[in-house]
């Protein structure tokens, strides 16, 4: 399968703490982008980073991308409770015209 | 805010029901996707419209039918589903179709008795 792999499947932090969320995959991509699924709601597209790129910032967001390692991170600093969610990571694979999802991260925050 | 609209937002049908899911946007996209949702899972790819022409068919059952009347609209007609078939139905758009960004919409909760 060409999906990406998650881990870990579940997280639960305390506010304020950091959360790191990992995705790897199996074969040469184009970009990889990560999404926020909030419980029974649309996909929110958080960021994208591209092949060539190796970390990329977006606010409390940290995305760090090893194509050598076929993976990559996604880093939430000082969370808060409203970052509950699940977090999936989508790869564009090389010659691909679509995105596959992984099977995504529930992350809780507790306040 | 989402800028892709979905309709309906809750559907109950029987078996023999005909109904279909609605999806609307106005970012000028070029392309448009329905994705199945069920719990606890990601997104899987149904089917995707690149200039109001299907381009991809994940080969979904036949009781699923799409429609693109126009570049802003996008139609997902239901016949005779299966109780298998209850799931968040998400539609999303892009720019012309590749591998950028999705926007999706809030989706559709589907429950097939």
């Known amino acids: 399968s060409q999906q990406g792999e998650e881990d870990p499947q579940a997280l639960s932090i305390q506010e304020g703490e950091n959360a790191t969320m990992n995705c790897s995959y199996k074969?040469?991509?184009?970009?990889l982008q990560w999404y926020r699924q909030n419980s029974g709601r649309g996909l929110v597209h958080l960021i994208l980073i591209r092949s060539n790129e190796r970390e990329k910032h977006s606010g409390r967001l940290r995305v760090t991308l090893d194509t050598s390692k076929k993976s990559s991170s996604l880093l939430i600093t000082a969370s808060r409770a409203a970052d509950t969610a699940s977090y999936f990571c989508a790869t564009a694979f090389l010659g691909g015209n679509k995105l596959v999802f992984g099977a995504g991260t529930i992350l809780r925050v507790k306040s | 805010d989402t800028e892709v609209t979905q309709t309906p937002k809750h559907l109950v049908m029987g078996m023999t029901n005909k109904k279909s899911l609605k999806c609307e946007q106005h970012?000028?996209?070029?392309?448009m996707y329905w994705y199945k949702q069920k719990a606890k899972k990601p997104p899987e790819l149904m089917f995707v419209?690149?200039?109001?022409?299907?381009?991809i068919n994940e080969s979904v059952p036949s009781r699923f039918s799409p429609e693109c009347p126009n570049s802003s609209l996008l139609n997902l007609h239901l016949h005779a589903l299966q109780p298998e078939d209850s799931a968040l139905y998400l539609c999303?758009?892009?720019?012309?179709?590749?591998?950028?960004?999705?926007?999706f919409g809030e989706g559709s909760r589907l429950t097939v008795l």
């Open positions: 999303a758009s892009s720019q012309p179709l590749g591998t950028g960004e999705l926007f």
């Open positions: 419209y690149s200039y109001e022409k299907l381009s």
């Open positions: 074969t040469s991509i184009n970009n």
């Open positions: 970012m000028g996209h070029r392309a």
